[in-house]
């Protein structure tokens, strides 16, 4: 019997108000633009106390960057694991990364040139790539099978930092190549950067993986 109570239900209540509030400072955001957007604007909209954001987000901005972010973590895992056993870790952990960084629904034109325009938002965007490294360590620690938790949970923060330090790169050079009446955004180039910035991990993520054929 679920009660009221239920930890179940208590996180899913979690969840759709997380998911209410970066849903909010979103739209708040691109209607009012990030500066003028407060803390209590983001609480109203989403129909809550600024006490009770506080226990979701720290800043604005990363109430923001959540609503273009959200279960990329849980995305990635479940890409890595949907991989063919097959196919070596490294492959599949970088396949599976790079994938949910190429996926051009998630990057509206409006909403990346918001981000590359505010050095805030910018740095909040890139702090995003923390999040995944919890369901990637669980996907290695599945896949590879023999290893610990621990070597699992060095790998994904390897990868993490990975894709923090190309996604910095990738800002930094479309904010300073980009017009401020509007923003190109050049084809394939983050997902380049991901796969480039991940391809120095790749022997380490196959010592661990399973032997070739296994």
């Known amino acids: 019997m679920v009660t009221a109570d239920s930890p179940g239900l208590r996180e899913r209540k979690k969840l759709a ?3 209410a509030l970066s849903r909010s400072a979103l739209r708040l955001a691109l209607e009012l633009g990030p500066e003028n957007v407060r803390v209590d604007d ?5 129909g809550v106390s600024p006490r009770t ?3 979701y987000f720290s800043s ?3 109430a923001i960057v959540a609503a273009v972010t959200a279960e990329r973590g849980t995305r990635i895992g479940a890409a890595i694991a949907a991989r063919p056993a097959r196919d070596p870790l490294a492959h599949a952990v970088i396949d599976a990364v790079v994938e949910q960084y190429t996926d051009p629904g ?3 034109r409006d909403v990346l040139l918001m981000i590359t325009s505010h050095p805030a938002l ?5 702090d995003t790539a923390t999040t995944i490294e919890g369901p990637v360590a669980d996907a290695i620690l599945e896949r590879a099978g023999d290893i610990d938790r621990l070597t699992a949970t060095v790998l994904a923060a390897g990868v993490s930092a990975a894709v923090k330090v190309a996604l910095q790169e990738w800002l930094r050079s479309t ?3 980009s017009p401020i009446s509007g923003l190109v955004v050049p084809s394939g180039s983050l997902p380049d950067l991901v796969r480039a910035a991940l391809t120095p991990l790749a022997p380490a ?6 032997p070739e054929g296994a």
Not at 42 to 46: K, L, N, R
């Open 42 to 46: 983001i609480a109203e909209a989403a």
């Open 106 to 108: 998630e990057h509206a």
């Open 122 to 126: 910018r740095d909040s965007y890139a």
């Open 205 to 210: 993520l196959d010592a661990a993986g399973p």
């Open 175 to 177: 904010s300073a190549n």
């Open 60 to 62: 604005r901005e990363q």
């Open 17 to 19: 108000t997380r998911a």
């Open 53 to 55: 954001y506080n226990n």
